[in-house]
């Protein structure tokens, strides 16, 4: 990532874009106007890409992905620099309005009045030089580089002003005395006004930052690893894998691992989204960024430095903030004609101005052309689309969503159909018990730990539904006398002097456990919602039926109700049998499923949907899906925590909700509104302040626009559209259980 000095405006990006193309080895460039960065992907080193940049007449420096703060030190103190160029412009332009108001005329003859002009010119010549040097620095960087931007408009339209004046003042006789108009309070005012426009949006393009810093906080500065059975803080880059790290109460994870020793509660919101914290045990994996909440633990350090997954997502959040949708290239097509286009204007208003227009014609020519290059500037349109894709993805990812690029944020606003894989999106993903029903005295947390027991030796699938229902209860394991495992029917053995049997009804039969009608009408609706019925029988009687299946998420139901009242038509897809499936989407709200769907096949059901003419999202684990998930306009990989394949797809959920899939449609739609209102405001600012800074409105009014309030309305156009897109920060997801 390169860092880009002396980019102000959309058609700056062209020259730098260009020269980065041509460079052998250079495969792909995203320059964003926004963050004044560039990601470069490419086979070459930063030293011919720095070059490259040069050429084109700017200066880059090499960014590392976590050189937030120092860019943060560099923006102030060029924000100060700016406030205090615009202090000294405005304040000399004010003092010279005043001046010009009361002072003589310029008449041909020299005199005392001549000479105090001739000292306003100098002094004028040395504040523009100071406060402005930017300006036509990077006009004559463009000019050796044969193209325009925004530093050219601003230095011909400051600098004609300037050395018009000057020729009135050194050598009056060459210009009518009716044309004898002076407008150094013009050109330092103008420069002051675009340099107050540039802090201001300065200031507020440091907001839009906000998420990747809050992100850059979490970052530890020091951990506490065990050296030599010794408790020492080290820097965080110190820390490599294999360390022993201490964490105590209150304290943040400093890099990825996995607990050996103790418990606690650890809130991971800013990595998932949730609330909640989450238990934390021996053998569990922890997370670099999250907050410990009670206990002290022992874990060994996995990931360090940029491997953490709070560095590759804030790398990835910061790529994708400079990424482009498509939409953005329509500002960029117009930008890389514009200036050229209004120097065209600017000359030709002049022209017809002075060849046609009522006396002083000289000034009038001077005045419009003047003020069509100062107000024709293209920032607001440059900015438009990446302020607000900037603040868009950054405040998807404080929610715990990873917007790969501008691209997939653009059509998720624009999706029609939203494919749901069954198992881990709508469902948990593993089998769980679902419901206990209890036909004897005994407590189902007594009967809950018998079959638990028993299954305890068991190597079927379902056991571990029985073993983490026990865990999640507390519940102790009791000892198993003898233990059998019958093939297709379950398992029997002995606690105590019981004897159990634990299966499918067939084992029931066979081992001659009747069952009254309560009993069989209880598996039939168990069946009905494609759970699997567990028989538990003690001493030959039965106990209780379990029935155990793949639950339905808590959030799943609402958060379809929210895709399809959003507009989306939702599917299932699932490769489970189409009972399963029909019982799943009964309980939430699916009309249209396709069961029995190999994973190779699932891909062709997304062609088939696209073929009829949907926009189709796609959901799944990221892993198994990829497939499915390349071909879908966009790709949705849920999952949680570390556990998700974060690069596996266009749109990343760090939580394992499907709130979050409408969550990411809402923040899409919500930024593209936000496009297109800037994209509107630029459009409609330069149609207009064009024609009327060339005096279009002079035959019906009389009236000619001065160039410093052209000034003004060009260096706060951009203000407006960064402000706009700072709007963004307050959108509010909509509210969800």
């Not at 999952?639 to 760090?654: K, R």
Request: proline content about 3%; charged content about 20%.
């Amino acid at each position: 990532m390169l860092k880009i000095d002396g980019m102000h405006c959309a058609s700056c990006q062209r020259p730098i874009e260009k020269a980065l193309r041509e460079t052998p080895g250079v495969i792909d460039v995203s320059v964003n106007l926004a963050s004044r960065e560039v990601n470069v992907d490419c086979t070459v080193s930063s030293d011919v890409l720095v070059a490259a940049v040069a050429g084109a007449g700017f200066e880059a420096v090499v960014d590392p992905i976590q050189s937030l703060e120092e860019t943060d030190q560099a923006n102030q103190a060029n924000f100060r620099s700016l406030i205090l160029k615009t202090a000294l412009a405005l304040g000399s332009g004010v003092l010279l309005m005043f001046y010009g108001m009361y002072a003589p005329a310029i008449y041909s003859g020299w005199n005392l009045n001549h000479a105090a002009w001739l000292l306003i010119a100098i002094l004028t010549g040395g504040i523009m030089y100071y406060t402005g040097r930017h300006f036509f620095i990077g006009a004559y960087q463009s000019l050796k580089s044969r193209s325009a931007t925004m530093d050219t408009l601003i230095a011909l339209g400051t600098g004609t002003a300037w050395f018009y004046s000057t020729i009135i003042v050194l050598f009056p006789a060459l210009v009518p005395e009716i044309a004898r108009h002076v407008y150094f309070e013009a050109a330092v005012i103008i420069i002051g006004m675009v340099n107050l426009g540039q802090a201001l949006e300065q200031k507020a393009r440091g907001r839009t930052t906000q998420a990747i810093r809050r992100l850059l906080d979490l970052q530890q500065k020091t951990a506490r690893v065990v050296r030599d059975g010794e408790e020492i803080d080290v820097a965080i880059g110190a820390v490599v894998k294999g360390d022993l790290v201490r964490v105590r109460p209150g304290e943040q994870i400093a890099v990825d691992g996995v607990v050996e020793q103790g418990q606690t509660n650890i809130d991971e919101s800013m990595l998932t989204g949730e609330p909640v914290p989450v238990s934390k045990n021996s053998g569990d994996e922890v997370s670099a960024g999250t907050l410990n909440k009670t206990g002290s633990i022992l874990y060994r350090a996995t990931h360090v430095g940029s491997e953490t997954a709070l560095a590759r997502i804030i790398k990835m959040v910061r790529q994708a903030q400079n990424t482009k949708p498509p939409i953005g290239k329509l500002a960029d097509s117009i930008a890389a004609i514009f200036v050229p286009v209004v120097m065209i204007i600017a000359v030709l208003s002049a022209l017809i101005w002075f060849s046609i227009g009522p006396e002083p014609r000289a000034v009038y020519a001077i005045v419009t052309s003047v003020t069509v290059l100062i107000i024709a500037c293209p920032c607001a349109l440059g900015l438009a689309t990446p302020m607000s894709v900037m603040v868009g993805i950054g405040k998807a990812a404080e929610a715990g969503m990873l917007i790969r690029n501008g691209e997939a944020l653009q059509t998720a606003s624009q999706l029609t159909t939203m494919v749901l894989d069954k198992t881990g999106t709508i469902t948990a993903g593993k089998p769980g018990i679902i419901e206990i029903d209890a036909f004897s005295d005994q407590a189902q947390n007594e009967l809950l730990a018998i079959a638990a027991s028993l299954e305890a030796g068991s190597e079927h699938p379902l056991a571990q539904a029985f073993l983490d229902a026990a865990k999640q209860q507390k519940l102790d394991l009791l000892g198993v006398d003898t233990f059998e495992a019958i093939a297709g029917q379950g398992i029997k053995g002995q606690i105590d002097s019981s004897q159990l049997l634990l299966g499918n009804k067939k084992l029931m039969d066979n081992t001659g456990v009747s069952l009254n009608a309560e009993a069989l009408a209880s598996s039939e609706r168990m069946a009905e919602n494609a759970w699997t019925a567990m028989f538990l029988a003690v001493g030959g009687r039965l106990t209780a039926i379990f029935a155990v299946a793949d639950p339905i998420k808590p959030e799943s139901a609402e958060a379809i109700k929210r895709l399809q009242a959003d507009g989306l038509n939702v599917v299932m897809l699932t490769g489970d049998n189409r009972k399963t499936a029909q019982a799943v989407a009964r309980q939430v709200g699916i009309t249209q499923i396709r069961a029995e769907v190999l994973p190779q096949d699932k891909k062709d059901q997304i062609e088939i949907l696209q073929k009829q003419g949907e926009r189709v999202g796609m959901v799944g684990d990221g892993i198994n899906d990829a497939p499915a998930l390349a071909l879908a306009h966009v790709g949705f990989a849920i999952g949680t925590g570390t556990d998700v394949a974060i690069e596996s797809a266009d749109i990343t959920l760090m939580r394992g909700s499907l709130h979050g899939v409408a969550d990411a449609i809402e923040i899409s739609r919500a930024t593209m509104r936000n496009i297109r209102q800037n994209l509107f405001g630029a459009f409609v600012y330069n149609s207009v302040g064009i024609p009327i800074a060339a005096g279009l409105l002079y035959p019906l009014t009389g009236l000619l626009l001065n160039p410093i309030i052209a000034g003004t309305a060009m260096a706060f156009s951009s203000v407006t559209v960064v402000s706009n897109a700072n709007r963004l920060r307050l959108f509010r997801f909509a509210k969800h259980q």
